[in-house]
Each structure stands twice: as C-alpha cells, then as structure tokens.
C-alpha cells in the first residue's frame, strides 16, 4: 500500500469494499501487537487512543513509536485520537501529532452536539488543517467494557438513530471530515443478553446523505457477516477495542498462571502480545476481504 496519509489510505481506490481497522491500545504490549497483526496481513492500521489510554501511554509517546514502528516494519500505520471530549484534550492531541482526533460531544442534544463539534472543527482547522476530525452523532455509550446488560441511555433503537437528513445536515453545519452515526450498536460487550445489531440498511441511506467517510464505533461483539455487510453499505473504518482489551486480559491471566514465581514482564505479557496479535489479524483479515465472514463465526 502506496498510501501517505490517512486520508489518502482511507480514500484510496482499491479499498473499495473493504474497511481499515482502528485498534485501541493502552500499553506497549497491545502496540506491538497491533503493529505485528499489520505487518503480517501487509495492510494499513489505525492505531487508537481515548482520553485515558492517551494518559496512561503517554500522547507524544504513543504517536512517536506508532511512527517508528512504521519505518522500522515498513508497514502503514496511523494513529487515532479516540473520543476527545473538550478542546483543551483536542489541542493536546493536535500538539501531539495524531493523524485524526475524534470529537465526540455525542451526549449532547442534536443543536448542542452541532454547535460543539463545528467550534472544534474550526479550532482544529486553524491549528493543524491536515488533521482529520471526526464527529459522533447519536450516543452509543462511552465506554470499551463488559456491561451485565444494555443501557437506557444509549441510540440503538431505530427512531432513536440520526437520519440521513440529520447525519447530511450535522457534516454540513460542523465541516467533520469524517462521520460516525449511531446505527443501532453500542460501545462494550454485553455478558447478560444479546448485543444489539446494526441497521445495515440506515447505514446505507446516510452513506448517500453524505460525502464523507463513515465510522463504525463498537465493532466489538459483532457479528462478522454484520461487519461485513456494515462495509458494503459503506463504513471506511471500523473501531474495535473492547475484544482485544478481553484478549488482553486473558493473555496476562495465561502468563501469570504459567509460573507463579515468573517476575519477568516481557514473559509474562508475551501471550497477552501473541492473543492481541491473532485477533487483530483476524479483523484486519475481516475487514479488508481477506476471509469469509462464516470463516469465524458468523453469527458469535
Ligand atoms: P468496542 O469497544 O465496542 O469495540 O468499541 C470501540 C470503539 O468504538 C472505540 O472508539
């Protein structure tokens, strides 16, 4: 992939029916595994971080090593601002160098969420227009966790998605470069009951509201044919983390059950890199055509 900027990746021609992955990671282990999954399908990542990921990384560290990893494996990697949710997070991340920030005042009523996402737009714009900001439309939850059952809060019920009216309207008044609309997901994994699907139809009738790209958040927990017609319909990007925070989590329990006198990390954590990894590869896998659906369980 010739691609130089995530704009460029996202848009480039070949991609046509296919999605890019963005990962969210925490650590350096969840990095390297990423990073690896790219390099062993030979495609393009986005790399993600929240607000407290970003804490926890450290901003200009993460998107530093992103860049080295880069170069060093000669494999496209982009890096994320994931949901920024005031404009002092959003200047930190444009300082920092993401690639894209995502401005996420989704909570907030249909004028509110306008008004605040064209304010960072501009502010972005005048700061660093290469940028690529995305804006959220229709509150999906906040958070890449295992919840017992599904929220009262959250837009999944179909009079409670954007329109395509809404969705044209929202990209028109804000200027986002790219958008994610609530399409009947939500973010987190739910271990009591079903996991609500996408309405793969209302993804299709925003996608010829707009001209810009679609963003699927919440791609944990999906069912792969869903993914996969979510792409035809025309998502471009897909987040997934709270699957490959579960890997993680298994990973470091395997490590640390193998020896209970182990106090070496880089033991330790290596199956949490090897279950991170193998995921990752799948949804690149998924994602960019390379396996069918049914392949891994179509309907999980
Ligand atoms: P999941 O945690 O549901 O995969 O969602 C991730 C996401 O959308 C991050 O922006």
Known sequence: VSANTLQEAIAEPSRAGRALAHFNVSELAGLKAVAAAAKTVGQPVIVGASEGEREFFGARALVDLVRLLSRQMDVPLYVSADHSHSLGSLKEALAAGFDSVVFDASALPFVDNVERTREAVACAKSIAPHVLIEGELGFIGSGSVLVRRLGTNVAVRGSDLPTPDQAAEFVERTGVDLLAPAVGNVHGMIVEGAQPGLDVPRIAAIRAAIRVPLVLHGG?????????????????????????????????????????????????LRPAVAQVSRLAELYIRLLSGQTLPDAHGATR
Do not use: C, F
């Open 220 to 268: 944990s927990g999906i069912a792969h044919g869903q993914l996969v017609a979510a792409i035809q319909a025309g998502m471009a990007v897909i987040h997934v983390n709270t699957e490959l925070r579960l890997a993680w989590r298994r990973g470091v329990e395997e490590g640390l059950a193998r020896d209970k006198d182990e106090i070496a990390p880089y033991r330790i």
